[in-house]
């Protein structure tokens, strides 16, 4: 890869092609890479991240992608990844439980000390939970896609509110929430989850966003 292209580069989404020769990066350059998604069909070679991340110091948001029929990321990601764990603002991730096998996923989310807004997709209340329990820093926003489960709870709203007791939610300023199901028993339990969030001082979305969204 072309160094003048990778230096002004702030977002990198590698999608569609495995890079497996190293980037010529020179030492001490200072990448402009501010956000880096991953999809696991086709992750970067050891080579290329070695060469990469440490020149990404700028680098504060990490998406990770689940692959076609749940492929996941190799174990080699925990050493890769977990080297800018620390500088990270904010992390896209999928439900753990799709990704149980290789990269590890909740323990990466413990070294994210600098976390402030999360965001995760095709999540259950229950799997919510488990990340948000180990999550080192207070969040300022947070986004959740229940994908077409509402709840396998029997109270969803208490199991939802719940949420906001734990420390990562301590500071939480807006709360994202959307599902792919809809009915009017949903739509009633959303308004008193909604409800639940102003009275803890949290701001309720839904799917709608804005110009000056950041989640």
């Known amino acids: ?20 020769k190293r980037p ?16 696991a069909d086709f992750p970067p070679s050891p080579a290329f991240l070695n060469i990469l991340l440490p020149a990404a110091s700028s680098l504060t948001r ?14 080699r990601f925990n050493k890769h990844l977990g080297a800018i764990a620390h500088q990270l603002h904010h992390l896209t991730m999928p439900d753990p439980a799709l990704a149980s096998n290789g990269f590890d996923l909740l323990g990466f989310v413990t070294s994210c000390t600098s976390l402030k807004s999360l965001e995760l997709h ?16 207070a969040l300022d926003l947070l986004e959740i896609d229940l994908g077409r489960e509402w709840s396998q709870d029997n109270d969803p709203v ?17 709360w994202r929430l959307t599902t792919g199901k809809d009915c009017v028993k949903m739509a009633q339990e959303r308004a008193s989850w909604e409800e639940g969030c102003r009275a803890r001082g949290v ?5 709608r966003r804005f110009f000056t969204d950041l989640c």
Do not use: C, Q
Request: no cysteine; charged share 25%.
């Open 1 to 20: 890869m072309n160094l003048k292209l990778l230096v002004g580069i702030k977002s990198f989404i590698i999608k569609n092609g495995r890079f497996t």
């Open 62 to 75: 990490l998406e990770l992608r689940t692959g076609f029929g749940g492929i996941w990321f190799p174990k």
């Open 122 to 137: 095709d999540y259950t209340i229950h799997a919510t939970h488990k990340v948000l329990a180990v999550v080192p820093s």
């Open 158 to 174: 208490a199991a939802l509110l719940a949420i906001l007791e734990l420390p990562a939610a301590a500071e939480l300023k807006r």
């Open 24 to 39: 010529l990066i020179p030492p001490n350059t200072k990448l402009a890479l501010k956000k880096l998604r991953l999809m």
């Open 203 to 207: 701001e309720p979305r839904d799917g």
